[in-house]
């Protein structure tokens, strides 16, 4: 389905390159023609190598199927995304003709390669032509000086012929442009869906060993809903663009409905076949204004161990898993630039839920030891972000017992404490932050409490002093009054220096007389505030893209914004502090050893992944490549392991899982 999937992008994009040039996209075009001339003789006709198996009896039945299912879960996923009759109208006609034309290239794939490739040197051989003729046309002054004049007379004739003229490009323009929009976007879907179905052979693994999650998550910090997932590969990808969690969340909902349907009508409930596929999923409601969890959570398992009830839970989680969402929402966001303003492309609203949903092999359950053979790192179904931000206590049925232990196997009721007690927490951490001033080197806060209550106990000392002057005047004898209240206002600007140095290391006096102080490090801000360091940390990473604020060394290294001037990170981040504030460390395991990449997943990350063979020359990705040497950092008596961060080179060749161990980070 690949190849033939190729077929078709590379058509639609020889017809561009064409008749509309401009409008093209060449890489795409590159991509797919390289594919197929890899694996197809175009003179021959025939395939390079044996790779596709054939079932032995009703192949193209099957396959027509297949591609049915597929079409059919992605339409009604991308109807579930937005409404508007261009929308509509155009992705059914689109994926109706994706879905004729993948059933007929199967009758003869090789063949129907080697003509897609041979029709290559036909367009550039005419593209080249036409420009040629355009270009002598255009440059020739011969025809320039024989071109008679157009009388006064026949000058409405030919505007209103240039007029016509002009409607018909913009016509063929239309035309290309919708065109191009629906069938790029659609091509990019399937290609996410299909390798979320497929195996990778990059990873050596066996294709039947795999375990693949998605969460739906929520954020303290911005109240906004969080989406993370697992693949099939093991490529661990994060997305925070809420219009990328709008589109998540349709694809959720088929994926949802699909299951349950699964869970209603399968025969497989009493499996005892040693091959089988398990399916689970928690589903949590939340209230669109409150972001309370409704009642009645949605929570349940499933064993499949036929071929066509796995495929029909898989299909609509490929939707689900991956890129999709992002390259979905980004087809949306194109579709509403070029619809009609009468008749706008508008999204559909999305109730607000918490969800994991999760897919293991028994293949796996059998090697998960050898999978997870350490406690630093776990899936991201058992993590802290599904316990702990999308309710998902029963994420850890059937995982290693390594990972279940007393903290983690607890009830819903327990979550949800917990869960409330984060979000106050972090609600009043919030609205202090509300009322900061925050420019590019400093975070200035009101507290005029503290620094009018100190001048009003200094100028008391004052006129106190000079009032016991006046007052004793010189009845008692030896004591000079003068003295005495020279005394007092010494003491007063000695209290005054003490309270503006304190707690932060410059106060300007402008500042202090007007109750404004002024912290340029992050221990400042603790001493003035009381707030805890590690929720500083959080607020300041989760909502750097909002904040003109640089930061500097020590611990600056997970920050986008850095100088050698500014707002001092005097704290080292905790393992919990990195996630609360959009950092994700996946553990992978590199040419040098064990290591961490960093996935980010800050307000407007469309999606950020970690694949299993990469390279971090290309990306600009928080690395940790110390990771068998870290240092020490001693806190609360307790001596913790103290990673290095940096932006460095670094390449991997596996993905292990999230790293969750407490530890800290510089």
Not at 282 to 304: A, I, M, V
Not at 367 to 386: P, T
Not at 644 to 658: A, E, P, Y
């Amino acid at each position: 389905m690949q190849d033939a999937l190729d077929i078709c992008i590379h058509d639609n994009e020889l017809l561009l390159i064409e008749h509309m040039p401009n409008q093209a996209n060449r890489e795409n075009f590159n991509s797919a023609h390289d594919r197929l001339l890899r694996d197809y003789d175009p003179d021959e006709g025939k395939e390079r190598f044996q790779r596709h198996l054939r079932l032995e009896s009703n192949n193209d039945r099957y396959y027509h199927a297949l591609v049915n299912y597929i079409t059919g879960m992605m339409l009604r996923t991308l109807l579930r995304t937005m409404r508007g009759a261009l929308w509509e109208e155009r992705c059914v006609v689109t994926i109706a003709k994706f879905a004729a034309k993948l059933k007929v290239l199967i009758n003869d794939l090789p063949m129907s390669a080697s003509t897609c490739l041979a029709k290559t040197e036909e367009v550039r051989f005419r593209t080249k032509h036409q420009e040629e003729i355009q270009h002598k046309i255009r440059y020739n002054p011969i025809l320039d000086d024989t071109v008679p004049r157009t009388s006064e007379r026949n000058e409405p004739q030919k505007s209103q012929s240039t007029q016509l003229e002009r409607g018909w490009i913009d016509a063929e323009m239309r035309y290309f442009i919708v065109m191009k929009t629906f069938h790029l976007g659609i091509s990019r879907l399937f290609v996410s869906a299909l390798s979320n179905l497929s195996s990778n052979e990059d990873t050596e693994m066996s294709t039947d060993v795999f375990d693949t999650s998605v969460l739906m998550y929520e954020d303290y910090i911005t109240n906004r809903r969080m989406f993370l997932c697992s693949q099939r590969d093991g490529t661990i990808g994060a997305a925070a663009d809420q219009r990328v969690i709008a589109s998540a969340g349709a694809a959720f909902q088929v994926c949802l409905d699909a299951w349950k349907s699964l869970d209603d009508v399968s025969s497989d409930k009493n499996v005892t076949s040693e091959d089988w596929t398990l399916l689970s999923w928690k589903w949590t409601e939340l209230d669109p204004k409150s972001f309370e969890p409704q009642p009645g959570p949605c929570t349940s398992s499933l064993k499949l161990s036929t071929m066509k009830s796995a495929i029909n839970a898989f299909v609509p989680y490929s939707t689900v898993c991956g890129s999709f969402p992002s390259l979905l929402q980004d087809m949306s966001n194109k579709v509403s630039l070029i619809s009609d303003p009468t008749a706008p492309v508008k999204p559909v609203k999305q109730n607000p839920f918490l969800a994991v949903f999760t897919v293991r092999t028994s293949a796996y359950m059998a090697k998960r030891f050898d999978i997870f053979n350490d406690n630093d790192a776990c899936g991201i179904s058992n993590s802290v972000l599904a316990r702990g931000k999308a309710l998902a206590r029963s994420a850890t049925a059937g995982m290693p017992m390594m990972y279940v232990d007393e903290n983690r196997a607890v009830t819903d009721k327990t979550l949800r404490l917990h869960r409330d007690a984060e979000r106050k927490r972090m609600k009043k951490a919030m609205n202090e932050f509300q009322r900061w001033i925050i420019d590019e080197t400093s975070i200035v806060i009101s507290n005029k409490l503290y620094a009018w209550g100190f001048l009003g106990g200094s100028a008391l000392l004052v006129f106190g002093g000079l009032a016991i002057g006046l007052s004793v005047g010189d009845r008692i004898t030896g004591v000079d009054p003068l003295g005495l209240a020279s005394y007092c206002w010494i003491f007063a600007g000695f209290v005054l220096l003490v309270a503006k140095s304190l707690r932060v290391e410059n106060w300007p006096w402008s500042r202090f007389f007007r109750g404004q102080v002024v912290c340029r490090s992050v221990r400042e801000v603790h001493s003035v505030t009381g707030m805890d360091s590690q929720d500083i940390l959080a607020i300041l990473l989760r909502l750097e893209p909002r904040m003109n604020l640089i930061k500097r060394g020590p611990f600056n290294a997970v920050f986008s914004k850095r100088g050698t001037e500014g707002f001092a990170i005097d704290v080292p981040f905790n393992t919990s502090t990195l996630i609360e504030g959009g950092l994700i460390l996946v553990k992978v395991q590199s040419v040098a050893g064990d290591a961490l990449v960093g996935i980010r997943s800050d307000l407007w990350t469309r999606y950020d992944s970690v694949s299993p063979k990469g390279d971090n020359a290309t990306e600009d990705k928080v690395v940790c490549r110390d990771f068998l040497d870290p240092g020490k950092w001693t806190t609360r008596a307790k001596e913790f392991p103290l990673y290095t961060l940096s932006r460095g080179d670094i390449q991997w060749f596996r993905v292990v899982g999230l790293f969750e161990k407490d530890a800290y980070f510089d």
